[in-house]
């Protein structure tokens, strides 16, 4: 019996045991599951961390000398850091040192900062800097057209607290800016450049705010801010021609949201720069441009018939005339019109918009497969409740809009 016993015990006992290191053993799993858990989740947080380099100053600075003709192994003079001598010295107590450099950038005894940043605000306002030389402010560099306006914008701009908004804010609020931009025969006489300010500016958008434009009155604009590059659509071929040999070869277009973000979210290489905005006069950004060019070529409007950004944006421009603008042909015109200038049409542009709308739907409602062809251009499906040839003469309709001189022209 008591051997017995003492083997039931010992049975016992060690099932006892099995059971605690079983439960001490998924305690141990949980814990770890757990660690892993959080390990992951600590590594997905420190990869939404931006982080960045930052050079910290030697206590003493290394001695620098002017290289004779370039040549790193030829010391010349030695040379301290400072300010150039034509322009305000650095304040006593500032460190010859990148902190002293922006403090002194920014103070109040140099305007020389202020003047150039409010005159590239006016340049982007007006299309012209009251000094035309926006990048140029010294001696090879035009005077500027009213000094005096200058000078109170920049103390202006000093006093506010370097604001931006309030800067911007202040300059299209201005009687100068919401002056008509009509050009009349004395004023081209006068004033052919409107260095005076007689008129309200007038030039062509920049690339990126003419496609941008486009998405936005379509209501395909994704108004998201940040994150990285996005690949709109590209002709096909010419990437990969102009990379050959590269490892990165091949462009393949973004989908969905990825398609509509605005332009300054568009990838860019510097060897193949998009041509959508080339055609546009975008610099290709292997330098620093101040000011670009301002063409006007076949290619834009080419560009702004063809390219698959804009005739998708044409044609959900032309879903929304007719989901908002009514039940009247008249009323659907006049709705996608004023999406794109901001004013209702005149009579004699109604005319015309409504003979082109009709003559286009009598081609589409002939020749079906030309207006699923176009509905069909674009990653995004067309609304199929819709009529297709009205769709498509409507998708017409809001190109012709979308190409329009006084849709590109800020004035």
Not at 255 to 282: E, N, Q
Request: proline share 7%; aromatic share 8%; with cysteine.
């Amino acid at each position: 019996m008591a051997r017995k016993d003492a083997t039931a015990r010992s049975a016992a006992e060690q099932k006892l045991l099995a059971d605690f290191h079983a439960k001490q053993n998924a305690a141990w799993r949980a814990i770890d599951d757990r660690v892993i858990a959080l390990t992951q989740q600590k590594d997905a947080l420190d990869r939404d961390v931006w982080t960045t380099l930052v050079m910290e100053e030697m206590p003493e600075p290394r001695p620098t000398f002017i290289l004779m003709r370039g040549a790193y192994d030829k010391p010349g003079e030695r040379v301290t850091a400072t300010t150039p001598a034509v322009l305000p010295p650095l304040d006593e107590g500032l460190p010859l040192n990148r902190l002293g450099l922006a403090r002194w950038l920014v103070s109040p005894r140099n305007p020389l900062t202020a003047r150039v940043t409010v005159n590239r605000l006016w340049q982007q306002v007006f299309g012209t800097g009251l000094v035309c030389t926006s990048e140029d402010f010294g001696s090879q560099g035009d005077f500027p057209s009213h000094p005096e306006l200058l000078d109170w914008l920049a103390t202006e701009f000093v006093r506010t607290g370097w604001d931006v908004k309030a800067m911007m804010k202040l300059l299209v609020m201005s009687a100068t800016y919401r002056q008509d931009s009509r050009l009349t025969p004395a004023l081209r006489e006068r004033d052919p450049d409107n260095r005076l300010l007689a008129r309200g500016p007038r030039f062509r958008l920049l690339g990126e705010l003419i496609r941008d434009q486009a998405l936005a009155v379509s209501g395909l604009l994704v108004e998201k801010i940040g994150g990285p590059s996005v690949k709109p659509y590209h002709p096909q071929g010419i990437y990969e021609q102009l990379t050959a040999g590269s490892s990165t070869n091949s462009y393949v277009a973004g989908k969905g949201d990825d398609l509509h973000r605005r332009s300054l979210y568009t990838y860019w290489k510097r060897s193949v720069p998009h041509p959508a905005l080339l055609a546009f006069g975008t610099p290709f950004r292997e330098s620093c441009t101040l000011r670009r060019p301002r063409t006007n070529t076949p290619l834009q409007a080419l560009n702004l018939m063809n390219d698959p950004t804009f005739v998708e944006a044409a044609r959900f421009l032309a879903q929304r005339m007719m989901r908002e603008g009514g039940d009247t042909r008249d009323a659907r015109l006049t709705h996608g019109f004023r999406l794109v200038l901001a004013r209702t049409p005149r009579p004699a542009e109604l005319a015309v918009l409504r003979a082109s709308y009709e003559r286009s739907l009598a081609d589409f409602g002939k020749d079906t497969e030309a207006a699923k062809s176009l509905l069909t251009v674009g990653d995004t499906a067309a609304d199929a409740t819709m009529n297709p040839a009205q769709l498509a003469a409507f998708t017409s309709i809001a190109s012709t809009l979308l190409n329009l001189d006084e849709t590109i022209t800020k004035e």
